[in-house]
């Protein structure tokens, strides 16, 4: 069946730094990818997608490639912000299914 | 803009209490669905539908049930809460299966 597995968290950065969010996948056929963000006291709301190998997706600063290869769609950030603190979630759909959920990942940015 | 709203934000229940979970959305969407979360487990789907009396179990049905008798509302029912039934319920809805879900705000629901 589908999976979806996600580094373990909490994440702790300094303001400005660098951020990635491993991600990777077990699916059949060729699914979609997708990052929900859910931050505090809040549903999840999408932050980005992508639907075949080689896109990357990308919003408010984050961006993810979708590698075939290595199936992964880890969630980069070139400069966090305290306000992207949040729980980040990576799901995948494949043809005919129903979204799957990684556990999520905490982030917490210092200022 | 889309609103998918829940019906309490916080509830404290007893064992063995029926307990019901509202869930409104106004896009017009045909699906919609059910999820618990959990720390270290994520999201989990309990039930989802499809269509306006229609369900499907999702990975978890056990001690639950749905209604969805119109289409903007989906009710999720506890007939017997438990507490291994304490957890976070988010309702979603999409236009299309496995397109882009939104979500409500979520109920945190204790069972003592």
């Known amino acids: 069946g589908n999976s979806v597995t996600q580094m373990e968290g909490p994440v702790t950065l300094s303001e400005e730094a660098f951020l990635t969010i491993n991600c990777t996948y077990t699916?059949?056929?060729?699914?979609?990818l997708f990052w929900y963000v859910q931050y505090p006291g809040e549903g999840l709301q999408l932050l980005l997608k992508?639907?075949?190998?080689?896109d990357k997706g990308s919003n408010k600063g984050f961006e993810a490639t979708y590698r075939k290869e290595t199936t992964s769609f880890h969630l980069e950030k070139g400069s966090v912000q305290v306000s992207d603190s949040a729980v980040y979630f990576c799901?995948?759909?494949?043809?005919?299914?129903?979204?799957?959920f990684g556990t999520g990942t905490r982030l917490a940015v210092r200022p | 803009d889309v609103k998918v709203t829940q019906s309490s934000r916080y509830l404290v229940k007893r064992t063995g209490e029926k307990v019901f979970l509202e869930c409104v959305q106004d896009?017009?969407?045909?699906?919609m669905f059910w999820y618990r979360q959990d720390p270290g487990l994520g999201l989990r789907l309990i039930y989802f539908?499809?269509?306006?009396?229609?369900?499907e179990k999702g990975d978890i049905p056990e001690g639950y049930s749905v209604s969805r008798e119109k289409k903007e509302r989906f009710s999720l029912i506890l007939e017997s809460a438990s507490t291994n039934q304490t957890s976070m319920y988010l309702c979603?809805?999409?236009?299309?299966?496995?397109?882009?879900?939104?979500f409500g705000p979520g109920t945190r629901l204790t069972v003592l």
């Open positions: 799901a995948l759909k494949s043809s005919g299914d129903k979204l799957t």
């Open positions: 992508a639907t075949k190998a080689d």
């Open positions: 979603a809805s999409s236009l299309n299966l496995g397109w882009e879900q939104y």
């Open positions: 699916a059949t056929g060729y699914p979609s």
């Open positions: 896009m017009d969407h045909e699906n």
């Open positions: 539908s499809y269509d306006v009396k229609m369900k």
